[in-house]
């Protein structure tokens, strides 16, 4: 017998086995007895559409078997709605298990799919998941909740200084630059349309000046304490682009990282991709076309058919191995 079968609680349930096609199924996956006769019941409750306390016990006890199932969240998300359940609770619950499973997509959906039926937010929300940051520092699902979050709750002043205490312990982190431009500038986006679909320069959005010089002076210096670190050189771009502004702007902050004139003391590949950008951008096709060469040739060779592919843009030959 089992855990249900042998209960008097479950008494009145008849469990529904698993349809695997037949008494000779061709692949039949092979459960366990304890997951096989959880789901039974579950497919029984389920398919009375039953609203209980021993059903959100139920659904707790397969998901600590199998947490990527997905049917059984969104059950679970019924049955406490109809239930008028504790949600703070469920939050507590779904802590737990969250740092046992890191990169499982249902627990943060069902995390915002409960979260969205509470009126304010919960004042340790952001802690929570910065201690979940901290030990997966990439983890999309986390990322993509924490702004769902921030643009939910407005959470978008409060929220820069957790950012930058972030890249304060890592300039690397490519996914704080990444939350950063969400922060800085997703607000900014609301009723917003680009005036050129082609992504071409021109001023995109309105955007507070002051903040444009903030956001360009700050990511300036990130460059300087790391200057082969493309992220901050992709926000940058980003920046001047949200802006209106050219890249040519920035010439002579990026020639102090590549100096073209010395091949030898290049400090930032990335540099010399942004100044190909600068001179093609001001015409001077032959100084673009050099910095690309020595991308090519002996500062980025991996991607020699990209800066080859760019030069054939400018109309210039490629450089060979």
Do not use: C
């Not at 779904?94 to 969205?116: A, D, E, P, T």
């Amino acid at each position: 017998m089992g855990q249900y079968a042998d209960s008097d609680e479950w008494a009145d349930i008849v469990p529904i086995a698993q349809d695997d096609g037949g008494p000779n199924p061709l692949a039949a996956i092979a459960y366990t007895d304890e997951y096989s006769e959880a789901m039974s019941y579950l497919r029984s409750v389920m398919a009375k559409n039953e609203m209980s306390a021993r059903a959100i016990e139920l659904t707790e006890h397969v998901i600590s078997m199998n947490p990527a199932h997905y049917t059984v969240w969104l059950y679970r998300a019924n049955v406490l709605f109809s239930l008028h359940s504790d949600l703070n609770q469920e939050l507590i619950w779904l802590n737990g298990i969250s740092f046992k499973n890191l990169k499982n997509y249902q627990i943060w959906h069902h995390r915002q799919v409960v979260m969205n039926s509470i009126s304010t937010l919960p004042p340790t929300e952001l802690s929570f998941l910065a201690r979940i940051l901290a030990k997966d520092a990439k983890n999309y699902h986390v990322w993509s909740y924490r702004q769902w979050l921030v643009r939910h709750f407005s959470q978008w002043d409060s929220e820069l200084p957790y950012v930058e205490s972030l890249l304060r312990s890592d300039v690397r982190n490519n996914s704080a630059w990444n939350h950063r431009w969400f922060v800085v500038f997703g607000h900014f986006d609301a009723g917003n349309v680009p005036s050129d679909v082609n992504g071409k320069v021109g001023r995109m959005y309105d955007v507070d000046e002051e903040v444009v010089e903030r956001e360009i002076e700050y990511t300036r210096n990130a460059i300087s304490e790391a200057p082969q670190n493309q992220s901050p050189w992709n926000y940058l771009r980003g920046v001047l682009r949200r802006a209106g502004k050219g890249v040519g702007e920035l010439k002579g902050f990026a020639s102090q990282f590549a100096d073209m004139e010395k091949e030898d003391e290049v400090r930032s590949s990335h540099a010399l991709d942004f100044l190909a950008d600068v001179y093609a951008e001001e015409q001077e096709t032959e100084r673009a076309g050099k910095a690309l060469e020595l991308l090519a040739r002996r500062y980025d060779p991996i991607r020699r058919n990209y800066w080859n592919y760019k030069r054939e843009l400018l109309g210039l030959a490629r450089v060979g191995a």
